[in-house]
């Protein structure tokens, strides 16, 4: 099992993104994911995640500008990040237990980071 994170880039402070995660291999079902996020010198933090029956929560920082969804068809979360600031910039991981068919467990997995720039 694999999560395969894309969608970072760079942006002007305003703009918008939209950052996937991606799971493959085989197992039974993607549980709760998360998104989170990594700045130069500090600690990584939660900015959103989504229970697997959809309940939503996010950082105050994301709050009204984020939103995490997920697509069970196509074994994907997605982050949309509108309003996006400076201070967004950061290298952003995805999160997710996943339920593997050989034993019913809930196993935790990452994604490989990728770049989120936002400057002017």
């Known amino acids: 099992v694999q999560l395969q994170a894309c969608g970072g880039g760079s942006v002007q402070p305003g703009g918008s993104l939209r950052l996937s995660c991606e799971a493959s291999g085989s197992f039974f079902s993607i549980e709760a994911t998360g998104w989170y996020r990594q700045a130069p010198g500090k600690q990584r933090e939660l900015v959103a995640s989504i229970t697997g029956d959809g309940s939503t929560n996010y950082a105050d920082s994301a709050k009204g500008r984020f939103t995490i969804s997920r697509d069970n068809y196509k074994n994907t979360v997605y982050l949309q990040m509108n309003s996006l600031k400076p201070e967004d910039t950061a290298v952003y991981y995805c999160?997710?237990?996943?339920?593997?068919?050989?034993?019913?467990?809930?196993?935790?997995?990452w994604g490989q980071g990728t770049q989120v720039t936002v400057s002017s």
């Open positions: 999160n997710a237990n996943i339920k593997h068919l050989s034993d019913g467990v809930d196993y935790n997995y």
